[in-house]
């Protein structure tokens, strides 16, 4: 039989893993009585954490929220976890560095040897983003997206005009910043802002009866919007090369593209952008051999970029620098 602290940590896995587990159940999990797990739900109780019978032919526990934060009980792997995400806590976006210390700090403090030194073999320097979001904006945004309410703010430091007002379907995180998709009564249009941008106003406005985001969902129109669409998470230029490197070589700048490696030296890749000049550039920065494969507009287009980069090339610098 395990030891009473393994055994009840093990008991509050397990009530945290599904929302009803009956008595009996949870007894043939832990190799134990009916009776011990009564124990340790009390014992569980009393650290704080609220912890309901079910009534009915087998009996049961389930796991409910409580009113005051209980002691937290963790295992190695969840404990490591949590030691990493706080570490990373700049790449959020959200200005939480200061808390995600002190909380490392206090989680350190009461782990055992082995894990401290786990944990603090795990070192690496985040830089996180430029733009910072102040943790009231994110709530108070979040919140009225989830309340279905108008919500009234300046944007981008700009307090002499009247304030926006937007209904705020969803908040959404991209590479480091964060965004809010609204649709603006005054526009009649959707719309995306920067979180690290809007100073809310209060109290909060009118509920508002929401309406279905374009491509489905907030994630995708954030998507196809940063890649100039309307219509779906899709380039508006997509072309297909030849690049003269191995996939190591090609990988790092891949992002959302296709690459397949057909020989030891060379990759096929398809990459999208916002115009077959992009695509021109990004096959560029590789300083390689590569042959455009299609589509045909995109082969059609290398022609007028050829022309441009010889005029440039044979340009006499002194009678712009005159004109």
């Keep these: 039989m395990p030891g009473t602290s393994s055994r009840m940590l093990a008991l509050l896995s397990l009530l945290q893993s599904r929302r009803d587990w009956p008595g009996q159940a949870l007894a043939e999990r832990l190799d134990v009585t009916a009776r011990t797990v009564r124990r340790d739900v009390g014992r569980l109780r009393e650290l704080g954490y609220s912890i309901a019978a079910i009534k009915g032919p087998d009996g049961g526990y389930r796991l409910a929220a409580g009113s005051e934060l209980p002691p937290l009980l963790f295992d190695d792997e969840q404990a490591v976890a949590i030691a990493v995400a706080l ?3 700049p790449s959020s976006g959200v200005e939480l560095d200061d808390a995600a210390a002190r909380a490392l700090t206090t989680v350190k403090q009461v782990m055992p040897s082995r894990l401290r ?6 070192r690496f320097t985040d830089t996180g983003s430029s733009a910072r979001v102040d943790p009231k904006v994110l709530e108070a945004v979040s919140t009225a997206a989830r309340d279905r309410r108008i919500l009234r703010f300046d944007y981008g430091g700009d307090e002499s ?3 926006r007002r937007v209904e705020p379907h969803a908040v959404v995180a991209r590479q480091g910043r964060w965004y809010l998709i ?5 526009k009649a249009d959707w719309r995306i802002f920067r979180l690290d941008r809007i100073t809310p106003k209060f109290p909060g406005g009118a509920v508002f009866a929401p309406r279905p985001i374009p491509t489905g969902s907030a994630a995708t129109f954030l998507a196809a919007r940063m890649k100039g669409s309307d219509d779906g998470d899709a ?8 690049i003269e490197l191995p996939a190591t070589g090609i990988a790092p700048w891949l992002g959302d593209g296709e690459l397949e490696q057909v020989s030891d030296t060379a990759c096929r890749v398809r990459v999208g952008s916002w115009s077959w000049a992009g695509l021109i550039s990004w096959a560029l920065r590789f300083d390689t ?10 082969r059609n ?5 050829a022309a441009r980069i010889t005029a440039a090339a044979h340009a006499d610098p002194r009678s712009t620098a005159d004109a």
């Design 289 to 298: 051999p590569f042959t455009v494969l299609g589509p045909d507009a995109f």
């Design 87 to 89: 570490q990373s806590a």
């Design 182 to 186: 609204g649709w603006d009564p005054e």
């Design 235 to 242: 380039w508006p230029c997509y072309g297909e090369l030849l």
């Design 301 to 305: 287009s290398l022609a007028g970029f």
């Design 161 to 163: 005009g009247p304030p």
């Design 117 to 122: 030194h786990r944990i603090e073999g795990i």
